[in-house]
């Protein structure tokens, strides 16, 4: 029997996460010479903190999983100043199915 949508979401939302440096590297694959420059650290603690929790409650757009995972990469145009950074990209990363949703 095929379980119906309902059923297929509860595990969907059952499933563990994957760590940031796990949907780093996705992203980083997924993109490649787009990220050509970039760190893959948000530019602030603060940063990581807003937008980790942004996609912890974001839902995938392909199948609906719910706790998606963050990746944040920074283009730094001073290291030697906090407020340096030139250009920040923030990523979720499905669990489920590894879609990248920019955001």
């Given at each position: 029997?095929?379980?119906?949508?309902?059923?297929?979401?509860?595990?969907?939302?059952?499933?563990?996460?994957?760590?940031?440096?796990?949907?780093?590297?996705?992203?980083?694959?997924?993109?490649?010479?787009?990220?050509?420059?970039?760190?893959?650290?948000?530019?602030?603690?603060?940063?990581?903190?807003?937008?980790?929790?942004?996609?912890?409650e974001a839902r995938c757009g392909r199948c609906g999983a719910v706790g998606l995972a963050f990746a944040g990469f920074t283009l730094w145009a001073d290291f030697t100043?906090?407020?340096?950074?030139?250009?920040?990209?923030?990523?979720?990363?499905?669990?489920?199915?590894?879609?990248?949703?920019?955001?």
């Open positions: 029997m095929i379980p119906d949508v309902l059923e297929r979401m509860e595990l969907r939302e059952a499933l563990p996460g994957i760590s940031e440096q796990q949907a780093v590297l996705t992203v980083r694959k997924a993109m490649g010479a787009e990220l050509r420059g970039y760190s893959a650290f948000p530019p602030s603690q603060e940063a990581r903190e807003i937008d980790s929790s942004v996609a912890a100043r906090d407020d340096g950074w030139a250009s920040y990209r923030a990523f979720a990363v499905c669990p489920v199915c590894h879609d990248i949703q920019e955001f």
